[in-house]
C-alpha cells in the first residue's frame, strides 16, 4: 500500500483555469511537502505546511491532519506552471526523511 | 537566495565502474540528504547524514553505495561498482529544523 496517494496523476488544463492537485497520506506526521518538478528534472519546494493553510503568489495550499488529505490550487494557471507537483511526507526515523507521491504531471495549454 | 548544488548534472558512466556524485549543501545546515528518482518512478529516499555519519539508510543503500562529508562543505555519493539499474536522477538535499528541505537540481547518472 502506498503510504502517499495523489490524484489525479495527469492533469490538463486550459490556461486561466482553476486547477486542484490532492493528496492522502496513511501514516502520521508533522508537516507535509509540497514540491515542483520541471522537465529536466529539478526539485523545487513549494511548501511545508502542518495546519491550515498557506498562500504563494498563485498557489494555494491546504491540509487537514484529522482526514490525513492535503489539496495544492493554482489560481489562474499559465502555461508556465506545466510541471510535476509532488506531495511529500517525513515519516520514521530520526533524520525526517521524505516519503514521496507518484506526482501530477500537469500540463496547461494556452 | 541559498542552493543546494550538484555536479556533474549530467554522468555517463560504463557499467562496473565507480562514479562519485557531489553536493555542495546549504552551509548551515545539519541534515543532508541523497534521494533517487528512476525514470518514470517516484522519488526514493537513499541516505540521510547528520553529525558527519549515516543516521538511516534504505534498503536500497547497499555496500556498494558509500557517502561522505570529508571537508565541512562537499557531500559525496559514491557508487562503487555501478550496474544498469542505478540509470537514475540522484537528488542532493539539506534542510535545518524547523525548516524544510532544498534540494539540488540533481545528477542524471546513465550507466551503460
Known amino acids: 500500500k502506498n503510504e502517499v496517494e495523489q490524484s489525479p496523476q495527469n492533469l490538463t488544463a486550459q490556461e486561466g483555469e482553476f486547477i486542484t492537485i490532492n493528496c492522502s497520506y496513511s501514516?502520521?506526521?508533522?508537516?507535509l511537502h509540497w514540491l515542483q518538478q520541471h522537465p529536466g528534472g529539478g526539485i523545487v519546494s513549494l511548501f511545508m505546511?502542518?495546519?491550515g493553510k498557506k498562500k504563494h503568489g498563485r498557489l494555494i495550499a491546504t491540509i487537514n491532519i484529522q482526514e490525513k488529505h492535503s489539496s495544492l490550487h493554482i489560481t489562474a494557471s499559465h502555461p508556465r506552471d506545466s510541471a510535476v507537483y509532488i506531495c511529500a511526507v517525513p515519516h520514521g526515523g530520526a533524520t525526517n526523511k521524505l516519503i514521496f507521491g507518484t506526482g501530477t504531471l500537469l500540463a496547461v495549454q494556452p | 537566495e541559498p542552493e543546494v548544488t550538484q555536479t556533474p548534472s549530467h554522468q555517463v558512466t560504463q557499467m562496473g565502474q565507480e562514479v562519485i556524485l557531489r553536493c555542495v549543501p546549504i552551509?548551515?545546515?545539519?541534515?543532508f540528504y541523497w534521494y533517487r528518482q528512476i525514470l518514470g518512478q517516484k522519488v526514493e529516499f537513499l541516505v540521510s547524514f547528520y553529525n558527519n555519519e549515516i543516521s538511516e539508510k534504505s534498503e536500497i543503500f547497499d555496500d556498494q553505495f558509500s557517502v561522505e562529508r570529508p571537508d565541512g562543505s562537499n557531500f559525496t555519493l559514491k557508487i562503487r561498482s555501478t550496474k544498469l539499474e542505478d540509470s537514475a536522477m540522484y537528488f542532493c538535499?539539506?534542510?535545518?529544523?524547523?525548516?524544510?528541505?532544498?534540494f539540488g537540481s540533481g545528477t542524471r547518472l546513465t550507466v551503460v
Open positions: 505546511l502542518s495546519s
Open positions: 501514516v502520521g506526521i508533522s508537516a
Open positions: 552551509s548551515n545546515h545539519l541534515y
Open positions: 538535499a539539506s534542510r535545518i529544523p524547523p525548516g524544510g528541505y532544498t
